[in-house]
């Protein structure tokens, strides 16, 4: 009797965690690639459509990977060099110019790294194994150091924002307009990120709306020239361990990774008008609401997540019970 009851419990629980088809499932595509098990950062490529560049978050070694959204598998892994060892590599972006910026701005130890790292390198424009050599900025922040998991660069003005990663509420944090390779870069905070653990972040390809994220729930802000005005909650498909989110190429649509072997990657409706209007209405996916109240840190789909195991065990122990009378 315990095959069918752990057969029977194992279809329960997948049947609560299954995460509904976007409007668009072709969107979603899983990591195949072994060596890629903590995916810690998302960027939708500029020069090859329906590619994305991941990484894994720390203990790798200075590797980017392509990785095709259609099928999942790696196209390109690119190693880094200039950029020493990385530490703790957190989020990737890309950059007006078509040059991607990888941030190894995690800190574990609780923000006490006396300096942290931004690498720029060019896209390829040929995917295939490569070797490109990287510059390498020295970052510190004007407040003391912190632990941090997001990096946006402005679309339009190059300019690059870092989102902390605190409990009690996170922080944009805004780099010099230009960054130096022979200097520190200081970066300095310029807006509140509230209610929020942040794990990642993205800029809409106009540079109208931003998106930060949490493991289990995201946020979306008028950019407001960098004076953040909060505009609601997202919704966020249940991933596990959320990570990553980036925009797609054309704005229509945000893409949301985990970390893990096999990680799922799952669309949403972008908020606003794709990425090309003011970012201040609904998406079809979108807005749950717009008051500043309560956590984001979970919210609803922490809540329902929670509600569903308790359904899922109460499911089982009945059947349990019956077993046993039986």
């Known amino acids: 009797m315990r095959r069918p009851f752990a057969l029977l419990a194992a279809v329960l629980v997948t049947g609560v965690f299954a995460v509904p088809a976007s409007a668009d499932d072709g969107d979603a595509f899983t990591i195949e690639d ?6 810690s950062g998302l960027a939708a ?25 259609a099928t999942g598998e790696t196209v390109a892994t690119v190693t880094m060099t200039g950029v020493g060892a990385p530490r703790d590599v957190e989020a990737i972006s890309v950059g007006p110019d078509d040059h991607l ?16 790292w931004i690498y720029e390198l060019p896209e390829p424009k040929e995917l295939k ?19 941090a998991e997001s990096l946006v660069v402005h679309p339009k003005t190059g300019r690059v924002y870092i989102v902390d990663k605190d409990e009690a509420g996170s922080h944009l944090y805004e780099g010099p307009a230009e960054l130096s390779a022979s200097g520190t870069n200081v970066f300095r905070p310029v807006a509140d ?27 979306h802000y008028d950019w407001n020239g960098g004076d953040l005005k909060r505009v609601g909650r997202l919704s966020v498909p249940f991933l596990g361990q959320g990570e990553s989110v980036t925009y797609t190429a054309d704005g229509s ?3 949301y990774g985990a970390e893990g072997e096999r990680s799922s990657v799952e669309p949403e409706d972008a908020p606003g008008d794709g990425g090309g209007g003011s970012g201040t ?33 109460a499911v089982v122990l009945g059947f349990r019970r019956l077993l046993r009378r039986r």
Do not use: C
């Open 129 to 147: 194994d490569q070797t490109l050599k990287a510059t390498q900025y020295v970052v510190k922040y004007s407040d003391g150091a912190r632990d």
């Open 193 to 219: 990120v509230p209610d929020l653990e942040a794990t990642d972040a993205a800029l809409s390809p106009d540079g109208e709306d931003l998106v930060v994220r949490s493991y289990f729930g995201a946020v």
């Open 101 to 116: 910026y990888v941030g190894d701005i995690g800190d574990n130890l609780g923000g006490t790294w006396p300096h942290v």
């Open 281 to 313: 209405g609904s998406g079809s996916g979108g807005n749950s609401s717009s008051g500043d109240g309560g956590s984001d840190d979970g919210g609803g789909d922490y809540k329902v997540g929670a509600l569903a195991v308790a359904a899922v065990v």
């Open 34 to 39: 072994p060596r890629i098990t903590e995916s």
């Open 253 to 255: 649509k945000l893409m």
């Open 45 to 69: 490529s500029r020069q090859h459509p329906g590619v994305y560049w991941t990484h894994n978050d720390s203990d790798d070694g200075a590797y980017l990977y392509a990785v095709d959204g």
